[in-house]
């Protein structure tokens, strides 16, 4: 059985980081084992390769970082059938939009709402201390924490823009999912893929999660995506029940 090390779950989602979600959800639509192991913020750079969740624990004892690279990793290994027969072409065009969702559209859509704005990131203090006692401490760390997000978010760039300028960007993602998905029910067509775990996951974290932005309003009244966010959910549903 496979460990994944995650923050804790929040709004109906495995973990308040899209890509311990990602992770999460993959793992579901697979039909991989796995359990589930909080790791607390202060032991994250003791603890996490490279300082971020998730991470895993393979059944040899492997130690992995980076929920991209556990993923392909269990597809090459066989042990995850997602993508079988996907054309290289395809496989190419998958990671495009992967890289869309992981390196573009997070700091855009999650980042921006849950850390930049103070009134946000006080709403979201609770979620980030899993339902601990906020001492001034935890405080103390979890405001190191947001000036570590803040100066990775201006290192990436967008935090240097605007927050006009971060919707306008945000929003340019959402068009382009939107046109991507009015072509199939699925990103790669028919069938569920592995790519189809991290688009969901970010557009679930962008969503659902009580962030109450430009952003959100916006994504929530295309139709497009409600209907992609229930297929997902209806895919997801009865695999969740079986693994409880």
């Given amino acids: 059985m496979i460990v994944v090390y995650q923050f804790g779950p929040a709004w109906g989602m495995p973990c308040i980081s899209p890509y311990v979600s990602k992770l999460v959800f993959y793992l579901q639509l697979a039909g991989i084992a796995y359990r589930l192991e909080k790791l607390d913020f202060a032991r994250l750079d003791d603890d996490a390769p490279r300082g971020k969740l998730p991470y895993a624990v393979l059944d040899d004892g492997t130690v992995m970082p980076d929920s991209t690279e556990i993923i392909n990793f269990l597809e090459r290994s066989g042990r995850g059938q997602l993508d079988h027969r996907l054309s290289e072409a395809k496989r190419a065009d998958m990671l495009a939009w992967t890289r869309l969702s992981d390196e573009h559209l997070y700091w855009s859509g999650v980042i921006e709402p849950r850390w930049r704005t103070r009134a946000h990131f006080e709403a979201y203090i609770p979620y980030l201390a899993g339902g601990e006692t906020l001492t001034t401490e935890t405080r103390d760390a979890l405001e190191a924490f947001r000036t570590r997000i803040l100066s990775e978010f201006d290192g990436q760039g ?6 006009e300028a971060v919707l306008a960007a945000f929003c340019s993602d959402i068009d382009a999912i939107k046109a ?3 072509a199939a029910p699925f990103l790669m067509g028919r069938q569920v893929r592995s790519g189809d775990a991290g688009l969901f996951s970010m557009l679930s974290h962008i969503i659902d999660a009580p962030f109450d932005w430009p952003g959100r309003t916006y994504a929530r009244q295309i139709p497009i995506l ?6 997902m959910r209806g895919l997801l549903a009865p ?5 409880a």
């Fill in 158 to 163: 967008m935090g240097r823009r605007s927050p």
């Fill in 180 to 182: 991507r998905l009015h």
């Fill in 226 to 231: 409600q209907e992609y966010l229930a297929r």
């Fill in 239 to 243: 695999l969740q029940r079986n693994a």
